[in-house]
C-alpha cells in the first residue's frame, strides 16, 4: 500500500513537470499591466499557442510545442488600442527576450537559436538597404513637390536598383545558408514570385535535414504548386 501510495505521487509530479519543446522567457522593463502571446503561423493563420496576462511581475515565460525551427511572434497587448509584435526564429530549447515597455520592439535582445541568428544577419544588411531607400523616398517626394520630371526618372532607376540589389541579396544568402531553415523561410517570404528556375535552384540546393524541416517542406510544396499550374 505504501509503495502504491508512492507510486502515485511519482506520477502526479511527473504530470507537473512536463518538458515543453520551446520556452520562451524574459523580462519587459516598465510593464507593470498587459498580456503576452505567444503566436505562430499555421495553416496560413496566425494562431495563438500560449499566454499571460502581467500583473505587477515583468518576467514572463511560455511554452509551445515544437517539430522543427520556425518563426515566432512575442506580441504584447497593453490594454490599450496599441499592440506590439517581436518577431523570432526559434528551435527546440530556451529563447530568451529582453525588452522595454517604451520601446518593445527596437528594444528587443534575443538570445536563442542559430536561425535567429541568421536571421539577425540577413535583416542587418536589408535594414541598411531599407534606409538608403527611405532617402530616395524623400527625394521623390520634393521632386514631384517641384515638378523635376527628369529628377524623378533618375529616381525611378535608383529605385528599380534598390529593389534588384534587395532582390539578388535574398537569393545569395539563401543559397549561402543552404544548410539554415532560414533559407526556405526568406524564400517563401522575400522572393516567392522569382522565377521558377531560381526557386528550383534554392529547392535543389537545402540540405536534407533543411529539406525535411517545416519551411523546407513547405517551399517544395509551393514550387510543386507552381509547376501544375504551369501544365
Excluded: W
Aim: charged residues 30%.
Amino acid at each position: 500500500m505504501k509503495n502504491a501510495l508512492l507510486l502515485f505521487v511519482f506520477i502526479l509530479i511527473s504530470c507537473g513537470d512536463k518538458q515543453h519543446d520551446l520556452t520562451v522567457k524574459g523580462h519587459i522593463e516598465g510593464l507593470k499591466k498587459g498580456t503576452i502571446y505567444l503566436k505562430k503561423v499555421n495553416d496560413s493563420t496566425l494562431v495563438n499557442v500560449d499566454s499571460l496576462i502581467i500583473n505587477g511581475n515583468s518576467d514572463f515565460e511560455l511554452h509551445s510545442d515544437l517539430e522543427s525551427p520556425e518563426v515566432f511572434y512575442l506580441y504584447l497587448d497593453k490594454n490599450s488600442s496599441e499592440e506590439d509584435r517581436i518577431t523570432f526564429f526559434a528551435d527546440k530549447g530556451i529563447t530568451e527576450i529582453n525588452t522595454s515597455l517604451k520601446n518593445f520592439v527596437f528594444d528587443a535582445e534575443i538570445i536563442g537559436s542559430k536561425q535567429q541568428k541568421t536571421l539577425e544577419e540577413y535583416q542587418s544588411i536589408i535594414s541598411r538597404l531599407n534606409n538608403s531607400n527611405l532617402d530616395l523616398i524623400k527625394e521623390d517626394f520634393e521632386a514631384q513637390r517641384e515638378g523635376d520630371s527628369a529628377k524623378l526618372d533618375t529616381i525611378q532607376k535608383q529605385y528599380d536598383n534598390y529593389l534588384k540589389r534587395r532582390y539578388l541579396y535574398t537569393v545569395n544568402f539563401a543559397l549561402n545558408n543552404k544548410d539554415s531553415e532560414v533559407a526556405p523561410y526568406l524564400t517563401l517570404t522575400e522572393i516567392y514570385n522569382a522565377n521558377i528556375n531560381l526557386l528550383d535552384t534554392i529547392n535543389n540546393s537545402l540540405t536534407p535535414k533543411v529539406k525535411d524541416s517545416k519551411y523546407g517542406k513547405e517551399l517544395q510544396r509551393f514550387i510543386n504548386d507552381i509547376k501544375a499550374n504551369e501544365k
